[in-house]
């Protein structure tokens, strides 16, 4: 099988909240006829992302085009779950196009890409390019997320810590594997706070990489696919902070799950979400809603004091009206707290 043949493949990163998931929809939804599929790691018991995939309504993206693995990062499980998912979706006909990868906000892209060299993979698939996905407002804040200020302040007063915050060498590793950035939230953003996120990712890039402004995760598929990187065969030479490391963990992160009742006001919901997001450490909310009266499912997504809420689907016959949303923070955030905030 020559080069040629191979399926190319889109590794998406980024950091929590980003934009990872509205980009790869917008993708799907504007595929121009390619066969595509995804994969999607998630951090958390319930499969939020790939939900709000499965919903995006299109008649070509079907059950099996889209392939979840929970619990895990793909970045330290690739033997174990991204195997197997290739082998899933390489063995549909017709043959896909092209292939989707989101990682968990969490992960580090390195070791997947690497593990494009191995030779049970190497002659099937290709790394088309990595794409990372930075939130925009943020950065121009002088953040990679929005808690960051408390753990700053945390680790100068600390004369013990002699390494760099684990969240802020998460986003950094991100940077230094990609061959496109793009900045989303950019409709969020003046001259000024442009010119400050522009300057952190090339603060963070150890290369010449473009950087393409994005709202709504609005962004031609002709610009993300079809790079022709082959990343797998020059992934080595990028450097990043663990690279010297025999393995790594995610232990600086947990998440819960909150089981939603029904509700009746997605406003009074959001202000709730903002509230817990506000609790130090908490880096991430995001789930769905059942409305009282309402035959569409409510999704919604909080990052810092930002949150959004949209209906995104009708729900399906048959299917329990169930609401759940997940949080992600750094380990020892207040669950109480925010189980107050959100339930009351």
Known sequence: MTSLARVPCTIVTGFLGAGKTTLIRHMLENAGGRRL????????????????????????????????????????????DFVPA???????????????????????????????????????????????????????????????????????DDASLDHDDPVEE???????????????????????????????????????????????????????????????DQIDGRRTHHDDEEDHDHDEFESIVLELPEISDPAALARRVVAAAETPDVLRVKGFASVSGKPMRLLVQGVGPRVSHHFDRPWGTGEERRGALVVIGLKGFDRAAVEHAILG
Request: aromatic content about 2%; proline content about 4%.
């Open 37 to 80: 599929a995804v994969i999607v790691n998630e951090f958390g018991d319930v499969g939020i992302d790939g939900e709000i995939l499965k919903g995006c309504g299109i008649e070509s993206c079907t059950e099996d085009t889209i392939v979840e693995l929970a619990n895990g990062c793909l970045c330290c499980t690739v033997a174990d």
């Open 86 to 156: 290739l082998d899933q979706i390489l063995a549909r006909s017709p043959r896909v196009d092209h292939i989707l990868i989101e990682t968990s906000g969490l992960a580090l892209p390195k070791p997947l890409v690497q593990a494009f060299q191995w030779p049970a993979i190497k002659g099937r698939v290709t790394v088309d390019g990595v794409v990372a996905v930075v939130d925009g407002p943020a950065l121009a804040e002088g953040r990679v997320a929005p808690d960051l200020a408390a753990l700053d302040a945390q680790r100068a």
């Open 170 to 232: 998460v986003f950094k590793d991100q940077i230094a594997c990609a061959d496109l950035v793009i900045l989303s939230k950019s409709d969020l953003l003046d001259a000024a706070g442009f010119a400050i996120a522009e300057k952190a990712v090339a603060g963070a890039l150890p290369r010449a990489v473009k950087l393409v402004r994005a709202t709504g995760g609005k962004v031609d598929p002709a610009v993300l696919l079809g790079l022709g990187v082959g990343a797998e």
